[in-house]
């Protein structure tokens, strides 16, 4: 090992070194200004399609970004790197960092060297929520590429949201960073729409994005493997924290078993049943009335109106 270079801290949180036999020992330690340098290694090990999953770009991120990368602590956020050593060598294989949004969440990025994918992503993940989680940062945000599968694989074991401002291309999603169901970022928009549906649904989403405010997608309920806490009769911080929850009933198979478990954990919530858009006027001209009841006393309506042309 080269030894003259000072090797930044590991803490407690960063977990004890994992000895894998002839490969070497795996370690994972904080980012340090000065780390430029085997960061831009590591991205230079990725192909195209993978920095396009990163960066959205099929280019390496310039000086700029590696420097801000590093040294991301100051500011509320934190880089960690995967370090394998061997009795001489020793390299970073991976890197995972998260930094503060307006919102109050923060925003995550994660590389694994193509050579070491498998399950260094998820436990280094792990390793991260775990900071995050004790800097008292609740989400992790991500925009994520649709085709990039398995981050999306990633985030859905650990269970999410997604935001309804995605494109076709990139979804951002949020989890939480104690391993639970996310919350509302703190200093999001209201109001704050909560639209239950597993598939998407644009045009219910067009039409609640005419309130303003925030909007996040779940189509965790009843979906095996989601940690959706409906399932076992636990309170929801997403049906919490809404100002309104639209089921689609498109969306949800039995909407009367999702209606009745909101009402049981949730009976103050505010929640609408949407049906969908009326032949007679284009998608787009149809407004979501909320014309909201509490989760007891849930009203169903067309939510149709004729705006005119
Ligand atoms: C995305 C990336 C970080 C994932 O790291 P990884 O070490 O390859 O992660 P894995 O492949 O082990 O994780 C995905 C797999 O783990 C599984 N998995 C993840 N968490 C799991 C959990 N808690 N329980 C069970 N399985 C889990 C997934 O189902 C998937 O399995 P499969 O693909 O083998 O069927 C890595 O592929 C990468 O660096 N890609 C390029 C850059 C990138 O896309 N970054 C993300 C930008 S947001």
Known sequence: MSGEEPQPASCELCGPPIDLGSPGVLSIRHA??????VLDALYGELEPGDLTKRFFTGGKPGEHFLEGWVNLEPSGGLCLLVELATSDTRRVI???????????????GITV??????????WLLDVLMAHASAAGIENMQALVKTANRPMLDIIRHRGCARFDDSDWETTRVTMSTDGH?????????????????PRSRPDTARRAREQGGTILICGGFGKKGSHCPLDDDQRCPLIEGADAVVIDRRGVGDTDEIRASIALTHPDANVTIVDPPSADLP?????????????????????????GP
Do not use: K, M, N, Y
């Open 32 to 37: 340090a200004p000065g780390d430029e340098r």
């Open 94 to 108: 991976a890197e995972a960092g998260f930094a503060p949004l307006d919102d109050g969440d923060a925003e995550l």
């Open 113 to 122: 060297a193509p050579g070491h994918r498998g399950w260094t992503g998820p």
């Open 181 to 197: 169901t996310p919350a509302w970022p703190p200093d999001s928009a209201r109001p704050r729409i909560l639209i239950e549906s």
């Open 283 to 307: 998608a787009r001209q149809q407004p979501l009335d909320l014309h909201v009841e509490q989760a007891g006393h849930i009203e169903e309506t067309e939510h149709v109106e004729d705006i």
